[in-house]
């Protein structure tokens, strides 16, 4: 599998448009990322819908056990949860016709990514949304680097 084919811009800015987006894994820490994420989602005027069995209200949001518990259709399903997770994940999200299935860092399964796709949705992997939504959105303006690349290597003089 070459992770490139589903990192693809496009598809990245078509799913930013969509503005209801179930965070599947959503933790109440607010030191996890996916509670960040899921904040600075809010923040920025995305409907979040948190997924996560174990909580049941995250910032003042009521936290479903599973996708299809989620009773209003999502555009996005974000996650934060071990690869061998995501297969179900997948069918759940085919099953309540969610258009993207994004995969945060490290979160990569084939399988995953094969049932979303014969599914008919988009796949996104290996990518964190809110860096994206910065990336795409101008919030990265503010630190002065807008180049539409994220990279940690500085150009050092000589």
């Known amino acids: 599998m070459n ?5 693809d811009p496009e598809t990245i800015q078509r799913a930013l448009q969509q503005k209801r987006v179930a965070v599947v894994g959503m933790s109440g820490n607010e030191l996890r990322a996916s509670n ?16 996560n069995p174990r909580e ?4 003042g949001l009521r936290s479903y056990p599973d996708l299809e518990a989620i ?8 996650v934060f949860r071990d690869p061998a997770a995501v297969p179900d994940i997948a069918r759940q999200a085919v099953a309540i016709g969610a258009r993207f299935l994004w995969l945060q860092f490290g979160v990569i399964s ?3 990514i094969e049932i979303a796709l014969s599914g008919g949705m988009e796949v996104i992997v290996d990518k964190c949304i809110k860096i ?22 500085r150009n050092l003089p000589d």
Do not use: C
């Open 71 to 78: 009773p209003e259709p999502v555009g996005v399903v974000d």
């Open 132 to 153: 994206e939504h910065a990336r795409y959105r101008g919030r990265m303006h503010w630190l002065g680097f807008n180049s539409g690349t994220v990279s940690a290597r």
């Open 56 to 59: 049941t209200e995250i910032y």
């Open 110 to 112: 084939e399988e995953g």
């Open 3 to 7: 992770l490139a084919d589903h990192q």
């Open 36 to 51: 960040f994420v899921g904040f600075y989602l809010k923040r920025h005027g995305y409907e979040v819908v948190p997924v």
